[in-house]
């Protein structure tokens, strides 16, 4: 008597063979073929801004390895007139990096000037005054920097902020300008500060924006109301552009 396979038996022999075969054909179905045109899956892209309103990174604590020799007194070398330094001496003056989009202003375009507003604890508070001669826009902030009446470069760290003096929040959107309107920089510093025997700041130099020219900013007279008394050490902290709160000159 001849004996049957049980179905049982026979569904898991098609079953053994059923699989292999299907995953054969999902492989092959995964094969390129010629003149096959479906696009691949879409992935989703970020775009990354090309520009930032947040302040730069700051220069760091100032070392007395980064002073000048002549840093303690004036050596016996003739001094090269602010006003006679080239672009490349400015350039190389500039310590802190610009940052922030939306600056059009040119050095041509706007005068540069300080103020000094007020002092309290060591602080000294004061803006940059920027006076525009014809319409333009000034944003985030510019690079700095300052030379000492010694000629000697001053190195000072630099950190910017995105407040104010108050501690409100300021940002660095663009402040456009009309000709004859200004804007301001709100600046404050601490630390190391010019004495009698000490060299100060002769000159700010200023970066308006990534790529423009250095602008040549003279200080006022020692001594007088808006006199910065920017050292080596000194701790400069600038804030980003603000619309004018009545400093500008009549």
Not at 74 to 88: C, E, N, R
Not at 108 to 134: H, K, M, N, P, W
Not at 141 to 163: F, H, K, N, V
Request: charged share 15%.
């Amino acid at each position: 008597m001849t004996r049957r396979p049980s179905p049982a038996l026979i569904a898991i022999i098609c079953l053994g063979l059923l699989v292999p075969a299907l995953g054969i054909v999902l492989v092959l179905d995964r094969v390129p073929r010629a003149g096959d045109t479906t696009s691949p899956p879409h992935t989703s892209t970020t775009t990354v801004p090309t520009g930032s309103n947040d302040p730069p990174t700051g220069t760091g604590p100032v070392h007395e390895r980064d002073y000048p020799e002549s840093w303690d007194q004036p050596d016996d070398s003739p001094v090269t007139p602010d006003a006679d330094l080239l672009q490349p001496d400015l350039v190389t003056l500039v310590q802190s990096e610009p940052a922030g989009t939306g600056t059009t202003c040119t050095p041509e375009q706007v005068t540069l000037s300080f103020r000094v507003v007020d002092a309290a604890a060591g602080t000294i508070f004061g803006y940059l005054v920027a006076e525009a001669a014809e319409p333009c826009a000034l944003a985030g902030w510019p690079g700095l920097g300052a030379r000492g009446e010694w000629g000697d470069p001053l190195p000072m760290q630099i950190d910017p902020e995105a407040r104010g003096w108050d501690g409100t929040t300021l940002d660095g959107a663009p402040v456009p300008l009309a000709a004859g309107e200004c804007a301001l920089l709100p600046l404050r510093w601490t630390g190391e500060r010019a004495g009698a025997l000490s060299q100060a700041a002769s000159s700010a130099v200023v970066l308006l924006s990534e790529g423009s020219p250095a602008v040549l900013v003279p200080n006022a007279p020692r001594g007088t109301v808006d006199w910065v008394d920017w050292t080596i050490a000194t701790h400069l902290y600038p804030g980003p552009w603000q619309p004018d709160q009545g400093l500008c000159p009549p």
